[in-house]
């Protein structure tokens, strides 16, 4: 069955250093993967998405992400953390042709 | 331009009660998606909906239904609330059905209260 698994449930850093959240996901046939974000009280803004070609890919606000295969993995990265990235991130990935499969979320905490 | 817009923002039911939530998507986008988000879940598939016909339904039980119009905005009715069904529930446009290549944009959702 296809799944997103998303291990850090919380994850604190300090602003400036660098930031990377992880994702692993169980997909048979090529995946199409996203990352969104979440502020308190709204719904989903997305990040970037993966669909094939260069596996770095480049999103909005300064994130980029990686696509493994041979990990099965999706990480979500950014050199430098400001504090309004603190907020709630999502890994999905796009099960067959009508729905996403989100992971349970990373929550970011950010210390000035 | 609009993204997608749901309403009410906020609801507060009592158990067994009826709910319709209500959603439009971006101009132009033909398919709309819901989802449940339970308090420290990701979201969860409930439907998606091409051209006024369902094309996905996600694992909820018959009290929930849904339905879209011919301008593609779309409506999610909830029956026999339980506790349970307090969430918040995201409705998500894409230009097709195709999830493969169409990202989804997702309003801010509507919370539901259940007390």
């Known amino acids: 069955a296809q799944s997103v698994t998303q291990p850090d449930i919380h994850i604190t850093v300090s602003e400036g250093a660098s930031l990377e959240l992880r994702c692993n996901y169980s997909?048979?046939?090529?995946?199409?993967l996203f990352w969104y974000v979440q502020s308190p009280g709204q719904g989903l803004q997305l990040l970037l998405k993966y669909f094939s070609g260069d596996t770095l890919v480049q999103g909005i606000k300064g994130f980029e992400a990686e696509f493994k295969r041979s990990q099965s993995s999706f990480n979500l990265r950014k050199p430098s953390v400001h504090w309004s990235d603190a907020a709630e991130y999502f890994c999905?990935?796009?099960?067959?042709?009508?729905?996403?499969?989100f992971g349970t979320g990373t929550r970011l905490k950010v210390l000035a | 331009d609009a993204g997608v817009t749901q309403s009410p923002t906020h609801l507060i039911k009592t158990r067994g009660q009826h709910v319709t939530l209500r959603c439009s998507p971006i101009?132009?986008?033909?398919?709309v998606s819901w989802y449940q988000q339970v308090l420290g879940q990701g979201p969860q598939f409930i439907f998606q909906y091409y051209e006024k016909e369902e094309r996905g339904r996600g694992n909820f039980p018959d009290r929930f239904s849904a339905r879209q119009f011919p301008n593609y905005s779309s409506e999610l009715n909830v029956n026999a609330l339980l506790l349970g069904d307090s969430a918040l529930y995201l409705c998500a446009s894409s230009l097709e059905t195709g999830a493969s290549n169409q990202p989804q944009h997702f309003g801010d959702g509507t919370r539901l209260s259940i007390l």
């Open positions: 997909y048979g046939a090529t995946p199409y």
């Open positions: 101009s132009g986008h033909k398919s």
């Open positions: 999905a990935v796009a099960s067959g042709t009508y729905k996403y499969i």
